[in-house]
């Protein structure tokens, strides 16, 4: 399958509560640019898969969880661009492998596990240190793929909106979409962390916007956005029944099927603030569809649940 970045389908959501408050919602198609490298993953991707390619460098290196998006992604994207991949995975060594390590080791993707205290030392130096000794000379993308190269790919995404509009929303993980987002657009832009702590997550947020201004000189001066922090739904990969039904109704209505850790409870916000505040009346939205729906078959078979 060859990865569409461009003439992204727009999609229409018809319902009650938005004509009964005169708003407008379209979804952002992003999950179809390629069915394992989807959304945002290819966008993080993209341009450090360039540099490391303009580095010499056939290996990429990256972090993250069992369950991780990014993972699996790094793992299709490397194959399809004739890299090796290593993914250092937080936590004990899982066997048989999760549906997600399944894909991304099918991929040619190697693991290295680490228990979760060493995990915390990730970006320090002598951790590096010790893991270039072991797999030599890689090029190194961080968790989630958020850094300069990612935003500026992330600055693509809005290319692909067709229509005017007044408030674009985004799931968000380590940041770097929405940061992407932020600097390609002056219009109201909000950010619906599927991670407790948002006061940090403003502050990584701010740092990408800066780094990337630093680098390219070109960002759009938008300080007209913000993170509706109240969704999270206890943390990270947490979920509930009240998601979980939300998110089979709206793929049984809509024929677009979201994932309970970031686009499930982006949606669940918005259709939530429609019904409980007037936030987004009178307004044309756009929801970026960021992928993710590699994670729903883990969820299936914890939960025995069809998504």
């Known amino acids: 399958m060859e990865i569409n970045e461009n003439n992204i389908p727009l999609i229409e959501i018809f319902d009650s509560v938005l004509e009964s408050k005169n708003s407008r919602l379209f979804i952002l198609r992003e999950d179809l640019i390629h069915s394992e490298i989807s959304g945002n993953k290819w966008r993080k991707l993209k341009y450090n898969i360039q540099e490391a390619k303009n580095k010499k460098s056939n290996t990429i290196l990256t972090f993250g969880g069992a369950y991780s998006n990014h ?69 190194m993308v961080p968790e989630g793929g958020s850094n300069t190269f990612a935003v500026k790919g992330c600055t693509e995404i ?3 909106i067709s229509i005017n509009f007044d408030v674009i929303c985004c799931a968000c993980g380590t940041g770097g979409t929405i940061a992407g987002i932020i600097a390609s657009t002056e219009k109201q832009v909000y950010g619906f962390p599927a991670l407790k702590g948002g006061v940090f997550l403003k502050e990584e947020i701010n740092t990408l916007i800066s780094d990337y201004t630093e680098k390219y000189k070109n960002v759009v001066e938008n300080r007209n956005w913000d993170l509706i ?13 009240d998601l979980v039904s939300f998110v089979q109704e709206f793929n049984k209505k809509h024929n677009i099927p979201l994932d309970l850790i970031y686009t499930g409870k982006m949606l669940y916000g918005i259709f939530d603030l429609l019904n409980n505040s007037e ?3 009178n307004k044309t939205i756009i929801a970026i569809h960021t992928g993710g729906i590699q994670g729903n078959k883990g969820f299936e078979e914890r939960l025995g649940i069809v998504l």
Not at 78 to 86: D, P, Q, R
Not at 229 to 241: E, F, I, P, Q
């Open 279 to 281: 936030e987004l009346n």
């Open 158 to 160: 809005v290319n692909n």
């Open 71 to 139: 993972i699996a992604a790094t793992a299709a994207a490397g194959k399809k661009h004739g890299l090796n991949t290593i993914g250092v995975i937080r936590g004990e060594e899982i066997s048989p492998l999760n549906p997600t390590l399944q894909l991304a080791s099918d991929n040619g993707m190697i693991f290295k596990y680490v228990s979760r205290e060493e995990y915390r030392n990730k970006n320090t130096s002598d951790f590096i240190k010790l893991l270039r000794q072991e797999y030599g000379n890689f090029y």
């Open 229 to 241: 922090t109240d969704y999270h739904l206890g943390g990270y990969a947490k979920v509930n029944s």
